[in-house]
């Protein structure tokens, strides 16, 4: 059981030294099972916890070992300066991942014109890279444990690299279409070697603190990061600077990969050939959930008929796919444990959070598009979220823990709260120095949220068993990736649909009836004396002059009152906890004690 548990760990067990023996033999699984049975000195179940919440934390669960393993080290013997070329390596891979998709949502402006399309086809791109991020990792971790940790480490930066390259090659809608796909397949096992290799270098007593928050806002801080960069990269080149940036990060992230080899661990043979028809409905499911939510709002939900198919297309493959694991034995998702009520409830808080920080996404970003910002007056804005999202990272190296999940998550519902008020007073006036407050305050509450998130969920797929660890990175991802797609799909539909209301409540004023309006006409007109003398062309201009200003008008209050729609989701969110904690009398104070499901070591 020991040398189980050091397994879970963390990838630091060592190849077995003997032939490897089959898991089908009985004697093997009966010795198996009884070492499982076999009693534990007091200590050792919190210690426990926390050993397979740390491994389980970076989506890389392996399966139980049908037979036991012999002795291994607890942790990587690697020296204090080797620990921070791994840690410095990790963080590296993180940001070549989360860089990538930042540029991708950064600059769709950009894009369309470097690609002779209209800004909404440019989605496209933004959809075919999202599309396999809530699917992929499923299969890589099953794929990880069968082939081993190095194959699968360079493997994957190999692929990412080749998707890079790629990239130099784009000059049209339909190659950058396909491309991005490939690059969003490639993309995904970086993440899981951010987290490896941020486990190799973290001893084991402080991963639960410092590993899992680190990568965390790697993975998190990027898209914000990546509009820092992106004037810079773009201000005397196209996309293509862009493109030759991400190659040469891929191609370091590359070297090192290949230079600091993962420590090995045995082999598992976890691959069915049920897990592919699983995965391939889910993948299609997951897929057309993303498009629907990204095109939403772009093309309106009553308005476009494959809107509904494609919706309709993925509840029935997701439901074949729930059906499908349900009946099987061994299945490669727990589907009865995912539908129990509180695991229910752990994936209906990660949600909340998801569509909550779509306030900063599609909110934020959006309003300073409707402005008519340009990239470059934006920097100092995400630079300043970027450094709140690192300054919440301190904090939860000092503090995070699975049972103080509840305290964190109700400090971040206020700061979202307080953000998104802020923002609902937004004028024709407002511009990125308005927005800083309010943004740092959202951005430190997206970083204060998913860490103590996932070590309370991890605890309680732990307190199952091994297997259901894997079950429980399904839900996280899926709730982050697609849950990211839906709040921002909800919030940039609540803004269509805000500003045609108050487009027909400010239109009556453009009235040849309104004296003030007339003034303004004839004011605007003759300022466009000396472009032009025809007196019927200066005003058509000063009338298309007035009425961009009430569509702008009219988008700015949409805005606002999407802001506000956050500001109230955000307090009911709230609500919902402080009723939930003090039904369950589980609030984490500190000086008290502590009273989670699951015990979670943080030393």
């Given at each position: 059981m020991n040398s189980q548990i050091r397994d879970i760990n963390g990838p630091d067990a060592r190849p077995m030294a003997a032939e490897p023996v089959s898991p089908r033999d009985p004697a093997l699984r009966e010795h198996a099972r009884s070492e499982v049975t076999e009693p534990r000195p007091e200590a050792a179940p919190a210690k426990e916890a926390e050993v397979t919440q740390n491994e389980s934390a970076a989506g890389e669960i392996a399966e139980p070992e049908a037979a036991p393993q012999p002795a291994a080290p607890a942790e990587p013997?690697?020296?204090?300066?080797?620990?921070?070329?791994?840690?410095?390596?990790?963080?590296?891979?993180?940001?070549?991942?989360?860089?990538?998709?930042?540029?991708?949502?950064?600059?769709?402006?950009?894009?369309?014109?470097?690609?002779?399309?209209?800004?909404?086809?440019?989605?496209?791109?933004?959809?075919?890279?999202?599309?396999?991020?809530?699917?992929?990792?499923?299969?890589?971790?099953?794929?990880?444990?069968?082939?081993?940790?190095?194959?699968?480490?360079?493997?994957?930066?190999?692929?990412?690299?080749?998707?890079?390259?790629?990239?130099?090659?784009?000059?049209?809608?339909?190659?950058?279409?396909?491309?991005?796909?490939?690059?969003?397949?490639?993309?995904?096992?970086?993440?899981?070697?951010?987290?490896?290799?941020?486990?190799?270098?973290?001893?084991?007593?402080?991963?639960?603190?410092?590993?899992?928050?680190?990568?965390?806002?790697?993975?998190?801080?990027?898209?914000?990061?990546?509009?820092?960069?992106l004037p810079e990269l773009t201000a005397n080149a196209s996309w293509h600077a862009v493109s030759l940036f991400q190659m040469g990060m891929a191609l370091v992230a590359l070297a090192l990969i290949f230079a600091l080899p993962l420590t090995p661990r045995p082999l598992q043979k976890v691959l069915k050939p049920l897990d592919f028809v699983s995965f391939s409905l889910l993948a299609v499911g997951f897929g057309a959930f993303t498009s629907v939510f990204m095109f939403g709002a772009l093309d309106y939900w009553t308005q476009t008929e494959w809107l509904g198919v494609a919706l309709a297309a993925a509840i029935v493959m997701v439901?074949?796919?729930?059906?499908?694991?349900?009946?099987?034995?061994?299945?490669?998702?727990?589907?009865?444990?995912?539908?129990?009520?509180?695991?229910?409830?752990?994936?209906?808080?990660?949600?909340?959070?998801?569509?909550?920080?779509?306030?900063?996404?599609?909110?934020?970003?959006?309003?300073?598009?409707?402005?008519?910002?340009?990239?470059?007056?934006?920097?100092?804005?995400?630079?300043?979220?970027?450094?709140?999202?690192?300054?919440?990272?301190?904090?939860?190296?000092?503090?995070?823990?699975?049972?103080?999940?509840?305290?964190?998550?109700?400090?971040?519902?206020?700061?979202?709260?307080?953000?998104?008020?802020?923002?609902?007073?937004?004028?024709?006036?407002?511009?990125?120095?308005?927005?800083?407050?309010?943004?740092?305050?959202i951005g430190f509450a997206g970083i204060l949220f998913l860490p103590p998130a996932m070590a309370k969920g991890l605890g309680a797929a732990f307190a199952k068993g091994p297997h259901y660890l894997l079950s429980f990175v399904v839900l996280f991802l899926a709730t982050q990736s697609i849950g990211g797609v839906i709040g921002s799909g909800l919030f940039r539909s609540l803004v269509v649909d805000r500003t045609a209301y108050h487009m027909a409540q400010l239109s009556p004023q453009i009235s040849a009836d309104n004296p003030m309006l007339s003034q303004t006409l004839a004011q605007s007109a003759a300022s466009l004396g000396s472009q032009t003398a025809d007196a019927g062309a200066r005003a058509g201009a000063a009338l298309s002059s007035v009425a961009s200003t009430v569509q702008q008008q009219a988008t700015i209050l949409a805005y606002d009152d999407a802001?506000?729609?956050?500001?109230?989701?955000?307090?009911?969110?709230?609500?919902?906890?402080?009723?939930?904690?003090?039904?369950?009398?589980?609030?984490?104070?500190?000086?008290?004690?502590?009273?989670?499901?699951?015990p979670v070591s943080t030393s």
């Open positions: 013997d690697h020296s204090a300066g080797k620990r921070i070329v791994y840690a410095s390596a990790a963080v590296f891979v993180a940001l070549s991942q989360s860089l990538a998709t930042g540029f991708v949502s950064a600059n769709l402006p950009q894009l369309a014109g470097d690609l002779h399309a209209t800004t909404n086809h440019t989605y496209w791109v933004m959809a075919a890279f999202m599309a396999p991020r809530a699917s992929m990792p499923l299969m890589l971790i099953r794929i990880r444990d069968q082939f081993g940790l190095r194959r699968f480490a360079e493997v994957g930066i190999v692929c990412f690299v080749l998707a890079m390259v790629l990239n130099l090659w784009v000059d049209d809608l339909h190659s950058a279409v396909i491309v991005a796909f490939l690059s969003g397949c490639a993309a995904a096992p970086l993440s899981s070697l951010g987290f490896l290799y941020m486990l190799e270098a973290i001893p084991a007593a402080q991963r639960l603190k410092v590993a899992i928050p680190a990568v965390l806002t790697m993975i998190m801080v990027g898209r914000p990061l990546a509009r820092v960069l439901a074949g796919a729930v059906l499908i694991e349900m009946q099987r034995a061994n299945p490669l998702i727990d589907f009865h444990w995912l539908l129990s009520p509180p695991i229910l409830h752990l994936a209906g808080t990660l949600l909340v959070f998801r569509i909550a920080l779509a306030e900063q996404s599609a909110g934020a970003v959006g309003f300073l598009r409707t402005m008519g910002l340009q990239p470059g007056q934006e920097q100092l804005l995400f630079g300043i979220i970027a450094l709140s999202m690192l300054a919440a990272t301190g904090v939860l190296m000092l503090t995070n823990s699975g049972a103080r999940a509840p305290l964190f998550h109700g400090i971040a519902l206020v700061l979202i709260a307080a953000g998104a008020w802020l923002d609902s007073q937004s004028t024709a006036l407002t511009g990125p120095e308005q927005m800083y407050l309010s943004q740092a305050m802001f506000r729609a956050v500001f109230w989701f955000a307090l009911a969110a709230l609500a919902g906890l402080i009723a939930h904690v003090a039904l369950h009398r589980s609030w984490p104070l500190p000086g008290l004690r502590l009273t989670p499901s699951t």
